[in-house]
Every structure is written in C-alpha cells, then in structure tokens.
C-alpha cells in the first residue's frame, strides 16, 4: 500500500490529536493505558498507513467475550505486531487488554473510529432520572459494573462501565449531536 491509499484519518486527526508511533506510544504505554480506562482514545500508527486506537472497553461493540486477550506488558512488548493485527482491512477483530486478567482498555482499527461521534461530554446520572428515564447497574462476565439508562420506551440511551458501581454512573455520556452513546470511566 503506498501513502496516497491511507485512508482519510484528518477528522480523526482533528478529533483525538495525531496519532503516536509505535515506539512513542510504548515508552508512554502506562499513561496511555490510564487514559484509556478513563475513557481516552489515543491513536497509533505503524509504517503511516497502518492506524489503530487504544479505547476504553466502551469503544468495542458487541460482546467481549471470544476476542482476543492480551496482557498490558505482552502487548507493550508486541505493540507493532498488535497495530498490524487490527489495521488489517480483512480482519478488524479488536484486542482486549488485560490486567490481571481484567480487561482494562482494547485496541480496536482506527478505521472503526470514523463513523463514530466525536469525544463523550459526561451525563449527569440525576438529569436522566429526572427526565423519567431508567438507570440499571449490573455485573458483566469480568465482574465489571454496567450502568445502563433507558427512555421510558426502554430504548437504550446510554452505557458507562468501570470497576464500581459509582464509577459506572460517573461514566455515563453522550455526544450532542450524534444522541446518546457509550462511555467507560474509571473505578
């Protein structure tokens, strides 16, 4: 693949900041980490046209489980090869993150990233109770709480995780324009 086919990354570019090398992002590889489970996107990049995005758990759609699972220190270690592994245009499986066997955070193709709302402002837990809206607090298979808001029609508004249930409610966000949508802060 040569240059003039990366695809159009500027709007992310312009969103979450330009991207890291593999190289500047593993010898940040703590923070960059932290930032994500508090709900961060970072992007990085290998060779300028492979592009991936440290996430927070949030930022991966469906279920976690059956995906890959990486420790933190293996994936400092292997962090080129991980970016290679989710750039892939035939495979855009994401790589969970783990600490302690926990997933923490994920690295996900920053491809996935262009149809999505730009970054979370928060919400406010006691608005969306005020405005008749539900909010339901759960454990998921990583003993993770989930705060779920829905409509009074039980359509899903909003979905925050983190490692208490406090941590779940603060995680709670939306992006104005594009309606309600997920966001994962810390514990």
């Known amino acids: 693949m040569i240059d003039s086919e990366r695809p159009p990354y500027d709007e992310l570019e312009a969103r979450y900041g330009a991207p890291l090398g593999v190289e500047d992002a593993r010898a940040r590889w703590g923070a960059l980490v932290g930032d994500a489970m508090s709900g961060a996107t970072t992007l990085i990049t290998r060779e300028r046209w492979e592009w991936a995005a440290l996430v927070p758990l949030s930022e991966v759609s469906g279920m976690l489980s059956g995906l890959p699972v990486v420790s933190l220190s293996t994936a400092?270690?292997?962090?080129?090869?991980?970016?290679?592994?989710?750039?892939?245009?035939?495979?855009?499986?994401?790589?969970?993150?783990?600490?302690?066997?926990?997933?923490?955070?994920?690295?996900?193709?920053?491809?996935?990233?262009?149809d999505r709302p730009g970054p979370r402002r928060p919400a406010d837990p006691d608005a969306l109770l005020r405005a008749g809206h539900t909010i339901t607090l759960a454990l998921d298979s990583w003993e993770r709480v989930i705060a779920t808001a829905r409509d009074q029609d039980g359509n899903e508004i909003a979905v925050g995780s983190s490692g208490s249930a406090a941590g779940a409610l603060r995680s709670l966000g939306y992006s104005g324009s594009a309606g309600w949508t997920t966001a994962s802060g810390p514990g």
């Open 76 to 114: 400092r270690g292997k962090l080129g090869e991980l970016v290679r592994q989710v750039a892939q245009p035939y495979d855009e499986t994401p790589v969970l993150l783990t600490r302690h066997r926990t997933p923490v955070a994920a690295l996900i193709a920053a491809r996935r990233l262009l």
